[in-house]
């Protein structure tokens, strides 16, 4: 008698859940003819959105989806993120789509030579991380051991690609996912050069100078032998980007005055060897001309005005390259 009982019970609320999810308050309200997008922060309960469907004229009742969601066992469910809703969902339409984790996902593209500050306004101007708690994550002090990278920031490690990222993630999940695509890239371009004897921090931040100093892709190599022989020789890089990695506030002028700053710990004019670490994300292109250098015996380069360099073997052959094109700069 009981399990009868029961089951004459359960048929009852089945029949009034069924009756419910048919009457107007579960109907689609008002239909419109474009989707409309709806957010679910942190800390919103199944009563907070239903709230804030109400007020957007997205449901009809507000009580009503709450009671579906009970009915349902969803309650608990909600998934933080973007969603997307078609026009003329009905109550139980819309309570499943936030209960299922199907959440709008934002492409932003990420360029190769990319400094964690540049990749933190193009974050900020998706919507999709707080510029400030982007770079918070960045340039943490313990930032290098928690994501298994050599520092001395993540700077350099938040790979240049294509993504896509849902609203509500944190800044340190983006974070981990850049860097997570740097490790993926890292252990196959190392696995195509297994005999370079470089550390990752050297791979990088030499690819990172690379990246800085190419306007012409198919010159990489070439860049990346000058920067080789150099450090073979123990020369100097005596490498603009570096220095204006170092100053804070740059204005676009590089002066001499900079040139000559001892307290800049990026001046390669003035230190030897690698600045402290990385200056920017290199590509993977950048990375593989670092560990696949041209076969060449060029220890400078200067720039042609157009992207391109001229490269020298000797510092005579070099000083000519410079004025030459110094002189067509001022003729410009």
Do not use: C
């Amino acid at each position: 008698m009981l399990l009868l009982a029961l089951g004459i019970a359960g048929a009852a609320a089945l029949a009034g859940y069924s009756r419910w999810a048919l009457s107007p308050v579960s109907a689609p309200a008002e239909p419109g003819s474009e989707p409309a997008y709806f957010e679910i922060v942190p800390g919103d309960g199944f009563a907070a959105v239903a709230r804030k469907l109400e007020a957007r004229g997205l449901i009809r009742s507000a009580l009503a989806m709450r009671a579906h969601a009970r009915l349902a066992a969803i309650e608990s469910k909600l998934k933080v993120g973007e969603y997307e809703l078609a026009p003329g969902l009905s109550t139980p339409e819309i309570a499943s789509i936030l209960a299922s984790g199907r959440v709008r996902t934002r492409a932003v593209v990420i360029p190769e030579g990319s400094r964690a500050s540049e990749i933190a306004d193009r974050l900020a101007a998706e919507d999709l991380a707080d510029r400030d708690a982007f770079l918070s994550v960045a340039f943490d002090p313990t930032a290098p051991e928690r994501f298994e990278v050599p520092g001395p920031t993540l700077e350099g490690y938040l790979f240049p690609d294509t993504y896509r990222f849902a609203k509500g993630l944190s800044a340190e999940e983006i974070a981990r996912a850049m860097v997570g695509e740097f490790r993926s890239v890292y252990r196959e371009l190392r696995r195509e050069a297994p005999k370079s004897t470089l550390t990752m921090r050297e791979l990088v931040t030499l690819a990172s100078i690379v990246e800085k100093e190419t306007g012409a892709p198919q010159e990489r190599p070439l860049i990346a032998a000058v920067f080789l022989n150099r450090m073979r020789l123990g020369m100097r890089l005596e490498t603009d980007p570096t220095v204006i990695y170092g100053i804070e506030g740059f204005d676009g002028n590089l002066r001499r005055v900079h040139l000559e700053d001892e307290a800049n710990p990026y001046n390669t004019y003035r230190i030897p060897g690698l600045p402290p670490g990385p200056i920017a994300s290199p590509g993977r292109e950048a990375m593989r001309a670092v560990l696949e250098p041209a076969d060449s015996p060029y220890l400078y380069f200067v720039s042609r005005n157009d992207g391109s360099h001229i490269f020298s073997k000797s510092y005579r052959d070099h000083a000519r390259a410079v004025v030459q094109f110094q002189k067509q700069r001022r003729r410009r």
